[in-house]
Nanobody, 122 residues
Framework: VQLPASGGGLVQAGGSLRLSCAAS????????MAWFRQAPGKEREFAAA????????DYADSVKGRFTISRDNAKNTVYLQMNSLKYEDTAVYYC????????????????WGQGTQVTVSS
């Protein structure tokens, strides 16, 4: 299973980025998908999750209203649209695949990608 995340980079505060994770080696539509992030010196934390067919989503309070998670099962891809980025959003963002709710515990996810760096300059 591979979950390579892409789309990270350097952006000014207030800007936007769109992350992508093109999954392979698994039956994509049978997995809930999530984005986690890990800032330097901090634990990896939940950011957003989406159900198998995109009907339900969940967001951490810190990103709610600014980030949008979506998926395209025909392309085996999950996205994270990040708007109004803040300095504190700086982190490595990881894509993860799991069986479903509850979505927030890291231990629920079976597969993890390598991550992509997002750096927000203040």
């Amino acid at each position: 299973v591979q979950l390579p995340a892409s789309g990270g980079g350097l952006v000014q505060a207030g800007g936007s980025l769109r992350l992508s994770c093109a999954a392979s080696g698994l039956t994509f539509s049978t997995y809930a998908m999530a984005w986690f992030r890990q800032a330097p010196g901090k634990e990896r934390e939940f950011a957003a999750a989406i159900s198998r067919f995109g009907v339900s989503t969940d967001y951490a309070d810190s990103v709610k209203g600014r980030f949008t998670i979506s998926r395209d099962n025909a392309k085996n891809t999950v996205y994270l649209q990040m708007n109004s980025l803040k300095y504190e959003d700086t982190a490595v963002y990881y894509c993860a695949a799991g069986p479903g709710a509850p979505w927030r515990p890291r231990g629920k996810y079976e597969y993890w990608g390598q991550g992509t760096q997002v750096t927000v300059s203040s």
